[in-house]
């Protein structure tokens, strides 16, 4: 099998480890007396959503809605999927959003609510806060988006700026809460997966302005007064902030994790292994800009390479995690683009040397691959094109690179998501 296969089976195994159809049925809850209502959102809801039916106990009352971003959704029987827009949220985002908060409140005591979270969930969420209009929420989304901000850091004012995150799903239930999230963060945190619509939020809207403020995000002046006033009523007791940790909606409220990061590298690794392959998963919490990131794993490469140190060839380098973009230039960004492309500057042609970025859920940022693959002959090939790698690198478009050379990676929806695939071989 050639490097190219190699690399692309072993994101296609990573994928495989984090598919809803074979991971969710083993964690479902027990049917209630009552009714159960499926909420969900994320990229992999619709997914969820449909294993769900699939394995629920037959002649239990199963009812919901699920909102997935466009071309994500899947036939399904009982629960309703609904299309939406990711990452900038859409008027379907708010209707969806609104359609689940009122499906919640009237649950009953007896019933069960079984939410299906993912990534992506957060901008699928957004039914503004009164005072904020969804222009205004779409505005400083993408301007968060292209800031460089950490997704913990762009939730925490998604958590603020919707009725629905940061826990208000759950305080508006009287039914006993139960949710399975699988993972597109780095710490595996319920209360960052979607944003968590039912986990306790520890941050404020002081946190909201602090980062309003560090990353110079533009907004009306409307919208700084509904952040001041509802931090205003809250530091005085009063209504306005997300629940938190402790507060005693949480508990009948139960959030399994039930796919990872961690366990699509180890997937990827048994495969790696069963090829005669050392690997070497370098962690699934890799952060930081991903140019710089790149650098780093360049490093790795190359001392494996010269002087087989801390494995003699041939060798998988495995990384998992989320690093960011700041966009600078006229590109689109695409983490996992910036990445090999920095990569592949950085290693300067080193020959035998391979590598596979990829986002899981078959998106890297806003176009429609999932990452790209680079080849030892990457640069020479470019340059004998009349492409200038480092020129594109600065100005954010690693896309238009790897488009040019025919090294994009395209797999459509995954119906999951764990989060970016990194892989290096090293031959």
């Given at each position: 099998?050639n490097p190219?296969?190699l690399l692309?089976d072993?994101f296609r195994a990573?994928?495989?480890a984090?598919d809803?159809?074979?991971?969710v049925?083993a964690?479902l809850?027990?049917?209630p007396s009552?009714n159960t209502?499926?909420?969900?959102a994320?990229?992999a809801?619709?997914a969820m959503?449909?294993a ?7 002649g239990?009352?199963l009812e919901g809605?699920?909102?997935?971003p466009y071309?994500?959704g899947l ?9 939406a827009s ?5 008027t379907?985002s708010e209707m ?7 499906s ?7 019933d069960?609510l079984?939410?299906?979270?993912s990534?992506?969930?957060s901008s699928?969420l957004?039914?503004p806060?009164p005072g904020v209009?969804l222009e205004?929420?779409k505005?400083i989304?993408?301007q968060?988006?292209l ?9 925490i ?22 949710c399975l999230?699988?993972?597109d ?5 319920p209360?960052s997966?979607a944003?968590?619509?039912?986990a306790?939020d520890?941050?404020?809207w002081?946190d909201v302005?602090?980062?309003?403020e560090r990353y110079?995000i533009?907004v009306s002046?409307?919208?700084?007064e509904v952040?001041r006033?509802?931090g205003?009523?809250?530091?005085n007791?009063g209504e306005g902030?997300?629940p938190?940790?402790g ?8 959030n399994?994790?039930?796919?990872t990061a961690r366990?699509?590298?180890a ?6 292994q ?8 370098l ?16 490093v790795?490469?190359?001392e494996?390479?010269h002087?087989?140190?801390?494995y003699r ?6 990384s998992?995690g989320e690093t960011t973009?700041?966009?600078k230039g ?23 040397v391979?590598a596979?970025?990829c986002?899981t859920d078959g998106i890297?940022g806003?176009?429609?691959?999932a990452g790209a693959?680079m080849?030892?002959d990457?640069?020479?090939?470019a340059?004998q094109?009349g ?7 600065d100005d954010n478009?690693?896309?238009t690179?790897?488009?040019?050379q025919?090294d994009?990676?395209?797999?459509g929806p ?8 990194r892989?290096?071989l090293?031959?």
């Open positions: 099998m190219r296969e692309l072993s990573a994928i495989d984090a809803p159809q074979k991971i049925p964690h809850p027990e049917p009552g209502l499926v909420i969900g994320g990229k809801a619709a959503a449909r769900v039916e699939t394995h629920w106990p037959p239990n009352h809605i699920v909102v997935t071309r994500h036939a399904t029987n009982s629960i309703m999927v609904i299309e990711h990452p900038i949220p859409d379907r969806a959003s609104r359609a689940i908060l009122e919640v409140r009237m649950l009953k005591p007896d069960l079984l939410g299906l979270f990534g992506g969930g699928l957004s039914a806060v209009i205004e929420l505005s989304t993408h968060l988006l800031c460089g901000a950490s997704i913990q850091e762009i939730n004012v998604r958590k603020h700026l919707s009725t629905v995150l940061g826990g208000k799903l759950a305080a508006a239930s009287r039914a006993p809460v139960r999230i699988i993972s963060v780095t710490d595996n945190d209360s997966i944003s968590g619509p039912c306790p520890p941050s404020t002081q302005l602090t980062l309003i110079a533009t002046p409307q919208v700084i952040l006033e509802n205003r009523k809250s530091s007791g902030e997300t938190k940790p507060d005693p909606v949480f508990r009948n409220v139960k399994r994790i039930i796919a366990q699509s590298l997937a990827a690794a048994q495969f790696f069963a090829q005669g392959i050392t690997p070497l998963i962690g699934d919490t890799v952060t930081g800009e991903a140019r710089e990131v790149a650098k780093m794993h360049a790795i490469a190359r494996i390479r002087y087989n140190n801390p060839p041939p060798v998988a380098l495995i998992g973009v700041t966009v006229a590109g689109k960004g695409g983490r996992n683009a910036e990445f090999l492309l920095s990569l592949a500057i950085a290693l300067g042609g080193l020959e035998e391979y596979l970025a986002d890297d806003s176009e429609t691959n693959v080849t030892p990457t640069l020479s090939r340059r094109a492409i200038d790698p480092t020129a594109l690198l478009d690693a896309y690179f790897f488009e040019k025919g994009l990676v395209v797999t995954t119906y999951t998501n764990v989060n970016d695939y892989a290096i090293i031959v």
